[in-house]
């Protein structure tokens, strides 16, 4: 079932530090393929005919240059669709600024997070989740985990860890956008620290779906990340943004 206009909305989470990648610029503003990693992503949002509006946070500072960016890229018809908004001193601050700013315009129902660190996601999966959420709910991109997992405590190995159904998530996750929105407002009320969109739906007893995700679908947290990716590129992105 196609959700009808205007019921699709997105975040794209832009707004780190980049801590642990050691570069004094944000990760997610260091080039891929000739373009800022952020654009890549967005791209894929942003023509992506069922998605009526896009969020994205960025660090404070990085606003103006993030917007005429983006008026480059996309043109000036961009503007209607996206807003470049400050993120918070975390991911989960950066989704609720978010939320709160879709939740603004009263228009959208559903809404996709998707991080600006995973710069190889395809229409099909963002295609395969606006499907689902708004079918059958919350959900969330995942892969099974392959690996042999290991319980270790002071450098000593305590437990091998059974990896059945055992996933390793992902970004897109999307949820009914008032639902979302509830959930992390509450987890700022009593303070509450997640790492993920699911886990805060689940914090509350909403059920989370998954689906199958991609393995090429990277996370680049640490410079040999985006040293693997710049190979990877020829692979999974166009010569430009389309």
């Avoid at 209607?80 to 993120?87: A, C, L, Y």
């Avoid at 892969?143 to 002071?154: E, G, Y």
């Avoid at 680049?220 to 020829?234: G, K, N, S």
Wanted: some cysteine; charged content about 20%; glycine content about 8%.
């Amino acid at each position: 079932m196609s959700p009808s206009s205007g019921t699709v909305a997105a975040v794209l989470v832009a707004g780190g530090s980049g801590a642990r990648f050691g570069h004094e610029t944000p990760k997610q503003f260091l080039m891929l393929n000739a373009y800022e990693m952020y654009i890549w992503s967005l791209s894929t949002l942003y023509h992506f005919d069922s998605i009526k509006h896009i969020t994205m946070t960025v660090p404070a500072g990085f606003e103006g240059s993030a917007a005429r960016r983006i008026a480059e890229v996309f043109g000036d018809a961009a503007k209607e669709r996206i807003d470049v908004i400050t993120g918070g001193a975390t991911r989960q601050e950066s989704v609720l600024r978010a939320l709160r700013n879709l939740n603004q315009y009263n228009l959208y129902r559903y809404v996709l997070v998707h991080d600006a660190a995973r710069p190889f996601i395809t229409a099909k999966t963002v295609g395969d989740t606006i499907d689902l959420v708004t079918t059958r709910g919350a959900c969330t991109v995942g892969t099974p985990v392959s690996d042999t997992l290991k319980r270790v405590a002071d450098g000593l190995i305590i437990e091998t860890v059974d990896r059945a159904n055992l996933y390793a998530v992902q970004t897109p996750q999307a949820a009914p956008l008032d639902t979302l929105l509830a959930c992390h407002e509450k987890a700022m009320e009593l303070g509450l620290s997640v790492t993920d969109d699911a886990a805060i739906l689940e914090q509350f007893g909403h059920k989370v779906l998954i689906l199958p995700g991609q393995n090429n679908n990277i996370k680049i947290t640490v410079a040999e990340d985006l040293r693997a990716c710049e190979l990877l590129a020829p692979l999974f992105l166009p010569a430009r943004p389309v």
